[in-house]
């Protein structure tokens, strides 16, 4: 039930002036308890998308949004504006209940600063834990916006739904930064731009970098490379690296008859790279692609760098491999 329905409801049942002036009382100062001290969004550095997060949370240090000692987060994803088209009407519970989203209840309008928006409710389980959370599709000037929130049922104290709710409606937007400027303020540098170049920052730590004149190009038609970092901590067992990188490459979307062709596993410095190449087909086009990938694992997260272009442009993957070897985490 969101805040207004509640106090209507609330309100209707009440017959006494006397009460409903009591209540009218307690409910704004449990409200002003809630709300964030000064509900002024906060935005990561050259990002357009920000909120006033909950109390206790932080901005995040590997990833675009903020993060709680207990293991909560709030990721922010900036997409182009024409995402909105692909995203509305598609984010229904049964779509998302193949990702392991159990959504609970209908979506729900969200009002945004310069912009319109709805959110989805429920719960997800990963890694042992179960977590509720909260998927806000908003949109505004500068583009599209996903935000997701997600927050250990054992944190429930910590970051309360109340808390949430409230951060969710501080979303705004402001003006875009240039995409040389989003791109100094990724956490990692990239000495070797091979001939690509930065088309789209996301989520505040990933890139793409394409090859031709358009920015967004579902049809792949030119080539590209997916710069990745993980999010948060990703402890990979030693030795089970190989395994996963496969996992990765063979998680890619749109993407049938995933085959990899050639493995190779070095060390740089006191990190394990592995890197792989195969073939795909296009689901949407049925064209013949070829992919390189090169995964660095070091510690408690891991880098992927995946190029792709069409199968018969062999030079693209192989400076895509140039980029992947430049590239360094800060």
Request: hydrophobic letters at 45%; proline letters at 7%; charged letters at 20%.
């Amino acid at each position: 039930m969101t805040d207004g329905s509640f106090l209507r409801a609330l309100f209707a049942r009440l017959r006494r002036p006397s009460l409903r002036g009591l209540v009218a009382g307690l409910v704004g100062s449990t409200l002003a308890a809630i709300l964030p001290a000064r509900a002024e969004p906060v935005f990561p550095p050259a990002g357009s998308l920000g909120l006033a997060p909950p109390a206790g949370m932080s901005p995040a240090k590997g990833f675009s949004g903020f993060e709680h000692r207990s293991g909560a987060s709030i990721i922010l994803m900036e997409m182009p504006p024409e995402a909105w088209d692909q995203i509305d009407g598609k984010f229904t519970p049964e779509a998302l209940a193949a990702s392991g989203f159990r959504v609970k209840g209908a979506r729900e309008a969200l009002p945004v600063q310069g912009g319109e928006g709805f959110v989805l409710r429920g719960s997800q389980s990963a890694n042992g834990l179960t977590y509720r959370k909260w998927v806000a599709v908003v949109r505004g000037q500068p583009g599209t916006g996903l935000v997701t929130v997600q927050v250990p049922e054992a944190a429930a104290k910590q970051v309360p739904g109340q808390a949430v709710e409230a951060a969710l409606r501080t979303i705004a937007f402001r003006g875009k930064a240039s995409v040389a400027d989003q791109v100094a303020a990724l956490p990692y540098t990239i000495g070797d731009t091979a001939g690509y170049r930065p088309a789209i920052v996301f989520a505040g730590n990933g890139l793409i970098l394409t090859e031709g004149p358009k920015d967004v190009d579902p049809a792949r038609e030119q080539p590209a490379i997916v710069i990745a970092p993980s999010l948060g901590q990703a402890p990979v067992p030693d030795g089970a690296e190989a395994a996963y990188a496969r996992r990765l490459f063979a998680s890619q979307k749109d993407a049938r008859d995933i085959a990899v062709t050639d493995e190779e596993r070095t060390t740089r410095g006191g990190a394990v790279v592995v890197r792989l190449r195969g073939t795909f087909t296009d689901a949407k086009t049925a064209r013949p692609m070829a992919a390189t990938q090169t995964v660095v694992f070091e510690n408690d997260r891991y880098l992927r760098v995946l190029g792709f272009a069409d199968a018969a442009k062999g030079d693209a993957l192989a400076r895509a491999e140039r980029v992947a070897a430049s590239v360094a985490m800060r």
